[in-house]
C-alpha cells in the first residue's frame, strides 16, 4: 500500500505519535526519556519543529508540534533513529525498536487543538499512573503548571489561549482553568476516531463549535448530501455521544455529555 503524503506544509500542525514495537517498552527509565527529548530539543533548536504539548508513556508517546519550515518528517526521522542506537546499546539489544514510520495527523481545526493538548495531557490519568495531568513529570502539562518550563517547550499559543491577561506573566492556574477540569471518555474517542480517519480536507469542528442554531443546521443538511457516497469528513463527535444525544431527545432522559468542544 502507497505511503500518504503528511501534508506537512510549513505552518501546519500535528499529532504525532509512535509506539515500540510489538507494544514493547519504548522507555524503560527517566535517562531514556530525557535522551529522547534531548533529540526533539534539538530538531527544535535547528528550527524543524515547535514542541507546544507532549506525553511520553513507557510504551508509547503523544506530540503536539508545529512544523515552521515543513521538515516534521527530517525532524522525527532523526530523533527516533538516534533514540533508537541509544536505546539498543545502553540496554543491549539490537533490532527495530519503534512499530514503524511515526503517525502524524494535521491539526487544522483551533478547537480540535485545545482538544488535542487536554488528549494529550490525559494519558497519564488514562493510564492510572496519577491523578492530575501536572502530577505527571513526563508531560508538558506539568511544566506549564509548576513553571518548570525548558527553552524548547515553545509557549505562546498556549499562553495565547490560557492567560487572562496577555500583559501579565503566565501562572500555572491559567493553565489549569484553560486545559484542566474534568476529562469525559467522549473526547478520547473523539480523537481516536479522528486517527483512524482517512479523511484528507476541511475540518469543520470549529465552524461547528462557534454556531448558532440555524448555522448548524444548515452545516447538517450539507453534510447529508454525503449520502450519495462521498467521502466523509472528520468527526467531529464520537459516534457513541451522537446516539446518547439522539435517545436523550427520545426519551427525555438525562442529559449526556458531548466531546464536540473538548470541553
Not at 506544509?9 to 505519535?17: A, K
Not at 481516536?192 to 448548524?216: K, Y
Request: aromatic residues 10%.
Amino acid at each position: 500500500m502507497a505511503r500518504h503524503s503528511r501534508q506537512d506544509l510549513p505552518g501546519s500542525w500535528h499529532h504525532v505519535i509512535n509506539r515500540g514495537l510489538a507494544k514493547r517498552p519504548l522507555f524503560e527509565d527517566r535517562d531514556d526519556i530525557r535522551f529522547f527529548l534531548s533529540r526533539l530539543a534539538r530538531e527544535v533548536r535547528r528550527g524543524r519543529i515547535e514542541l507546544h504539548s507532549w506525553c511520553i508513556l513507557t510504551t508509547h508517546f503523544h506530540l503536539l508540534v508545529r512544523s515552521p519550515v515543513g521538515e516534521l518528517s527530517e525532524a522525527l526521522r532523526r530523533s527516533q533513529n538516534e533514540y533508537s542506537r541509544y536505546f539498543n546499546r545502553r540496554h543491549k539489544r539490537d533490532g527495530t525498536l519503534v512499530r514503524g514510520r511515526f503517525f502524524s495527523k494535521p491539526v487544522t481545526s483551533l478547537a480540535y487543538r485545545r482538544t488535542l493538548v487536554r488528549y494529550i495531557d490525559h494519558n497519564a490519568v488514562k493510564a492510572g499512573l496519577v491523578r492530575a495531568p501536572w502530577s505527571y513529570p513526563w508531560c508538558s502539562a506539568a511544566q506549564y503548571v509548576h513553571a518548570s518550563r525548558p527553552l524548547w517547550l515553545e509557549r505562546s499559543w498556549v499562553k495565547s489561549v490560557a492567560s487572562t491577561d496577555q500583559a501579565t506573566r503566565f501562572h500555572g492556574e491559567d493553565y489549569i482553568r484553560a486545559f484542566g477540569g474534568s476529562f469525559r471518555e467522549a473526547t478520547s474517542r473523539l480523537v481516536e476516531s479522528r486517527i483512524l480517519s482517512t479523511h484528507r480536507g476541511v475540518d469543520d469542528l470549529d465552524d461547528l463549535v462557534g454556531s448558532a442554531s440555524p448555522q448548524v443546521f444548515a452545516w447538517m443538511k450539507r453534510k447529508t448530501k454525503l449520502a450519495d457516497g462521498a467521502q466523509i469528513g472528520l468527526p467531529v463527535c464520537d459516534v457513541q455521544s451522537v446516539r446518547e444525544a439522539v435517545r436523550y431527545a427520545f426519551t427525555g432522559g438525562r442529559r449526556p455529555g458531548s466531546a464536540i468542544s473538548g470541553r
